[in-house]
């Protein structure tokens, strides 16, 4: 059966260890760009209606907020099924220790019984966080395999990392 891939990367201004720099691709997207290529999954992107703040420090601060009243950010499309799938790869940023509120959004939305769930996270030093938490909740039903974990300014050298992890 094919395999997909779930997740959520936000272009604009952010901080590559310790510099603020602007990126046109967000880090988890060129992992998730990886992974298809590397296993010819399909891949599926978390958008939200509203673009959050290019400018970091807006973000950070939309992001908080979002985090503090647990919302439930609108999408521009939602996946409605996984049928077609066995392993869901799911990759996001680590935003204030957790997945982006956004992907709670969409993985609610779907039946991960049965599903095998390859979690993958970029990160500017927290890794996961509770992140492995919180997908156990939101994905239950699946197993969850070992998860990857790459800091966002590695992501351009982490293509062989991301290769021995796909095949396990
Ligand atoms: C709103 C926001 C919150 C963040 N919170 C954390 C955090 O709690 N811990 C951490 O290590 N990095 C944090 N970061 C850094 C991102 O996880 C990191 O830059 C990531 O690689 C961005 O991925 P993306 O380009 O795919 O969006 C945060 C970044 C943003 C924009």
Redesign the pocket.
Known sequence: MSELVIYF??SGE??FGGVLKN?EK????VIAEYIQELKGADLFKVETVIDYPAD?ME??DV?KKEKTVAARPKIKKTLKSIADYDTVYIGF?????TLPMAMFTQLEELDFTGKTVKPFV?????GF?SAIKDLEKLCSGAEIKPGLSIP?ADVYDAKDKVALWVRD
């Open positions: 990367s936000r952010n901080y990126i967000g880090n988890t997207e970091y973000c950070i992001a940023p680590n935003w204030w220790g970029t990160h500017e030093g927290s966080g966002g």
